[in-house]
């Protein structure tokens, strides 16, 4: 049975995510700390890619006393766990989101409004092939955002 209890307003599905996190860290030997649950309980709930600032923003609203250096490191610990995904945006700034394990995937951005998409896994595959053929180079397309423009800013 579990100890953790659900933030107020927390959706089942939120919840759920929080709980599974919770058994992956334990399996670590490591425990499900008030950060880590509020961190994750903002980002399961908003299901937006935050930078750091409004993860930390978001996270005052849940558990007040969580400071930013606590978001950082929680950021880091579920990234290493594979759960959270960081993706470098346009003009420096980066952007954390959930993924499930095992399911990073590439990113485009419009460099006008700043909209952010999720792009399938293997979009990227050929260009990495040609690249790890052609110049020995590893691509890593979860990495960073690919800049464009999109439909309506064109207008």
């Known amino acids: 049975?579990?100890?953790?209890?659900?933030?107020?307003?927390?959706?089942?599905?939120?919840?759920?995510?929080?709980?599974?996190?919770?058994?992956?860290?334990?399996g670590r030997g490591e425990r499900m700390t008030a950060p880590r649950r509020a961190v994750l309980t903002v980002l399961a709930r908003?299901?937006?890619?935050?930078?750091?600032?409004?993860?930390?923003r978001r996270v005052a609203t849940v558990a007040p006393g969580?400071?930013?250096?606590?978001?950082?490191?929680?950021?880091?610990?579920?990234?290493?766990l594979g759960v959270v995904q960081h993706v470098h945006l346009g003009h420096g700034s980066t952007a954390y989101h959930l993924v499930d394990p095992g399911q990073e995937h590439a990113h485009a951005q419009c460099?006008?409004?700043?909209?952010?998409?999720?792009?399938?896994?293997?979009l990227l595959d050929s260009v990495a092939d040609a690249l790890r053929r052609d110049l020995?180079?590893?691509?890593?397309p979860a990495h960073v955002a690919l800049s464009g423009v999109c439909a309506t800013c064109a207008e």
């Open 136 to 140: 020995s180079f590893e691509l890593d």
């Open 1 to 26: 049975m579990s100890t953790l209890k659900p933030h107020p307003g927390a959706s089942p599905e939120s919840t759920a995510l929080v709980e599974r996190v919770a058994q992956q860290l334990r």
């Open 66 to 80: 969580v400071h930013l250096a606590s978001v950082y490191r929680t950021l880091e610990a579920l990234a290493a």
């Open 111 to 122: 460099r006008t409004c700043g909209r952010v998409w999720d792009l399938p896994v293997d």
């Open 46 to 56: 908003d299901r937006e890619h935050l930078s750091v600032d409004e993860i930390a």
